[in-house]
């Protein structure tokens, strides 16, 4: 299918042919008909993305800070590498998707329903259905593609309270400025729209408004203090993009006292303080469509808020713009400028970027499709002359998330391999890591990699709670797995694992336990093997904060830090020891539901060794992520973040400092691609690997709330 992307590092837009998303529960997929593009926030994405790094860098200092912080505990080239691959990821545009809907995991729609969606610009769209409403027979396509633009209007308005019979002014006329002046004039209210385009200003006066050309010469403030008898009027919506701040000090001066102001566009916000203190004005920031926005819950796992307490929400401000555009209080075919077909969208966005031309309500049309949807696609032809050399390990990819796409991918693509299939839930990252890393196929549809009889091997790296699932299916389906942690987030996984695993032992199974073979573990372990006693151990994670909200915080979905993370420094203690865990104990501090990511852990092992493993969210970013600790024997090792090691007490050896971080990645994939080569055993034993595994568990289920 053709979908419009954005790419932030080089500031291209392109049509690209993607794999068709495959739906989840609470989701629906449509088929567009209709997409509108947002000229004022599309407008600013791609400007961003053609802007030098460091205009880039002016128009983001939190981010810049965040970067310095990165640099000071991570060092300056893994930085750069980060966020390069951060500004290369593809972004999709568009958020006005007009469509049918052809499949549907949600009981509130069928298959077959209009409907309007947040959608990107895309032949087909995967939306959760509390963002889509459905359409009145009696709203048009091309009226209706302007839904989600007129609730962001409408929202504003809500926060606006208007009265009837009060007077508002809207600063700036673009598409959502004059939807807020239709749904204001709707509301019983007296409407001054400003703006310096004519057509604009004879726009909202047609609609029934006031208006100010401002490149007419026209003082706003006189205007409206003549208009209103000195009062000043009952309340302002900003609607304009610019950097000035004389906006809001305009707003402000027109308000009359306890007047309200409330900000839906981009402006400058040095806000003079006697503008507000004199009158007492209120100032609030629109968000969105409303309540609901960036809520996981209710967005993505379709989880309403009660009615009679959260009377308007996204899908039900979605649904109040429809019946206004049903009942003729709403007109937007004045708004409509031009229209495109999909294959022409970058035509459409040279449009919008050149100020000379008048680009308002800009229209993307989707092509009559046939009933087949295509969720795996070619992209790209192998060099005929290696084929041969390297199909003896052909690889199907599943998830290509951050550390996939910047770390996984990139390694397994310059080795001896074919890169067969990469699957994604979406389809975009599929399409683009997959054509940067020379895979052949790009899908939506993990059977394209388990029924695919050329693939043998499986690379996955999905969110936790597909893993296991994922390993089970790939071993059925007589195929070597290289899993990324965790390889299961709960018992019953673990079991059901145990099942298959036996069933198949001719396959290599390998969880990613990438820092045991890092250079400096590695070391370690050479010299405690000199050793023959027990050792003591203190491991530090400084992992860092992590919302709630995130999806690792999610028992369900992510299994918690514990499970999905602190597995990785268990497994270390269990290959520098070389024992088995005899018992453990383990304190934390649980906040909320969630769990538990403020730990200390202990573990005793069977040769009276001891490690402990302490996991802790709320440190500073700046400071070194891990640090590890040993002492036996008189003796002591001191690793500071993978780069530098000191070591104390021991002969021949005093330090081990590297030029930059090396957790063992590459090392990992080469001992998983060379078992294969050699036809050896898998380079972490499975009892390691399950061990391992079902310690994290228990530790999570003890520190559970």
């Known amino acids: ?155 504003s308005v809500r926060l606006a309270n208007p009265s009837i019979g009060e007077i508002f002014v809207v600063s ?88 309200r102001i409330i900000l839906v566009g981009v402006v400058g916000l040095n806000i003079r303080r006697d503008d507000f203190f004199e009158k007492e004005i209120s100032f609030q920031v629109s968000f969105s469509y409303g309540p609901g926005r960036n809520d996981n819950n209710y967005e993505e796992e379709g989880i309403d808020y009660p009615y009679g307490f959260v009377r308007w929400t996204e899908q039900r401000n979605f649904q109040a713009v429809l019946a206004l555009m049903s009942s003729g209080k709403i007109n937007v075919k004045p708004l409509i400028s031009n229209r495109f077909m999909i294959d022409n969208a970058t035509q459409a966005y040279e449009l919008i970027l050149d100020s000379k031309l008048s680009s308002m ?26 084929l041969k050399e390297v199909k003896d390990i052909n690889i199907g990819f599943l998830g290509a998330g951050n550390y996939a796409s910047r770390v996984l991918i990139p390694i397994f693509a310059k080795k001896n391999t074919y890169l067969n299939t990469l699957v994604t839930s979406g389809g975009i990252n599929s399409y683009f890591h997959g054509s940067n890393n020379g895979f052949q196929k790009a899908s939506t549809d993990d059977s394209s990699v388990f029924k695919n009889n050329d693939i043998n091997t499986v690379v996955i790296a999905t969110r936790h709670n597909d893993h296991a699932s994922q390993v089970i299916e790939s071993l059925e389906n007589n195929k070597n797995v290289f899993v990324e942690k965790p390889i299961a987030i709960n018992h019953e996984e673990l079991d059901k694992i145990n099942k298959a695993y036996n069933e198949n032992k001719e396959n290599i199974l390998m969880v990613g336990f990438n820092r045991r073979f890092s250079p400096h573990i590695k070391k370690m372990k050479s010299l405690l093997l000199q050793k023959n006693a027990p050792k003591n151990i203190i491991v530090t994670i400084n992992s860092g904060f992590l919302d709630q909200s995130h999806w690792v915080q999610d028992k369900n979905i992510g299994g918690g830090r514990i499970v999905g993370e602190a597995c990785h420094f268990i497994d270390i203690l269990i290959f520098l020891t070389g024992a088995r865990v005899k018992s453990f104990k383990a304190s934390g501090r649980i906040e909320g539901s969630k769990p538990c990511d403020n730990a200390s852990i202990s573990l005793l092992f069977e040769d009276d060794s001891i490690g402990v493993i302490n996991y802790f969210s709320n440190g500073p970013n700046n400071y070194s992520k891990e640090r590890i600790e040993v002492y036996c024997d008189n003796s002591a090792l001191i690793l500071d973040n993978f780069i530098k090691m000191k070591g104390y007490g021991w002969k021949g050896f005093n330090k081990m400092n590297l030029f930059k971080q090396n957790k063992g990645t590459e090392e990992c994939i080469d001992a998983f691609i060379g078992c294969l080569k050699n036809s050896e055993a898998a380079p972490i034993s499975y009892e390691d690997m399950i061990e391992g595994a079902k310690l994290s568990i228990d530790l999570a289920e003890y520190l559970s709330p």
């Open 172 to 259: 700036g006329l673009g598409s959502v400025g004059l939807l807020s002046v239709q749904i204001l004039l709707a509301n019983g209210c007296t409407v001054i729209g400003i703006d310096f385009d004519k057509e604009r200003c004879e726009l909202a006066e047609s609609f029934g408004a006031k208006a100010i050309n401002l490149s007419s010469g026209i003082d706003p403030d006189n205007f409206v203090k003549n208009f209103t008898n000195h009062n000043g009027v009952d309340g302002v919506i900003i609607a304009a993009s610019s950097s000035s701040n004389e906006i809001i000090h305009t707003a402000a001066n027109m308000c009359r006292k306890r007047g």
């Open 361 to 386: 309500g800009v229209l993307l049309e989707y092509p009559i499709k046939n009933n087949k949807i295509n969720r795996t696609i070619d992209i790209t032809n192998v060099n005929q002359k290696n």
């Open 1 to 155: 299918m053709k979908q419009v992307l954005q790419n932030l590092k080089d500031g291209n837009t392109i049509v690209a042919d993607v794999p068709v998303p495959t739906n989840k529960k609470n989701h629906l997929i449509i088929s567009s008909s209709l997409s509108l593009i947002s000229s004022g926030t599309e407008k600013m994405l791609v400007d961003f993305g053609r802007s030098n790094y460091l205009d880039k860098a002016k128009k983001q200092p939190d981010k810049v800070k965040q970067v310095i912080e990165k640099i000071k505990s991570d060092g300056l080239i893994p930085t750069i590498e980060a966020v390069s691959s951060k500004l290369n990821q593809p972004l999709p545009l568009g958020y006005c998707n007009v469509g049918r809907v052809v499949e549907s995991l949600s009981n509130d729609f069928s298959v077959g329903d209009r409907v309007v969606s947040n959608g990107p610009h895309a032949e087909y769209v995967r939306v959760p259905k509390n963002l889509c409403a459905k359409i009145p027979d009696n709203v048009d396509d091309e009226s209706a593609s302007f839904t989600v633009l007129a609730a962001i209007a409408l929202q």
